[in-house]
């Protein structure tokens, strides 16, 4: 039987349960889920790389079928060199729909071969961000509900709380 695998991409910085909802849903379509965590010199982040793909890993440490790996470049490069011809996204509220419709068009126009699934979280997640969870964190805010337990004990971690 054909092996089905998907690249869902992004910063992950750090990923939420909202992210994990959707690899969760993602894994019921596909044998494998690559989390691509992007390097990206030009966008400042909380984690470093390593930091980012250790969380991502310590999340699903349970789940053979998830791998995860940090990609710098072109993502359709790297769904070439991987073999890969899926791309998985996530949808919360409408806002997310113009920029990600851009960014399909992109990389479908870069190679014709590769297409992008989006799915939708549980709604409890439509409103989680990274960017939410770290001012609320940075507050010292309770972000249990809304991120997996190594991600809340770095959190504390960064911010000393
Ligand atoms: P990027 O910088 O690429 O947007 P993110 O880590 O913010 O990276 O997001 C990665 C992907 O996960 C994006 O497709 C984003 O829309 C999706 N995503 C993030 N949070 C949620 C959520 N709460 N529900 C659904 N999708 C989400």
Redesign the pocket.
Known sequence: MTQRAAV??????PI?L??V??VRRGLSLFDEIVVAV?INSAKHTLFSLDERVELIRRTFADEPRVRVTGFEGLLVDYLQQNGIGTLL????AIS?FDY?FQISQMNRALCPEVDTVFL??GSQ??Y???SVIKEVARFGGDVSAWVPEPVQAALAGKFGN
């Open positions: 869902y991409p992004g910063s992950f910085d939420t909202g992210h909802d959707l992007a996204r996530g949808l919360r997310d990600e939708m979280t997640y439509f989680l961000s990274s």
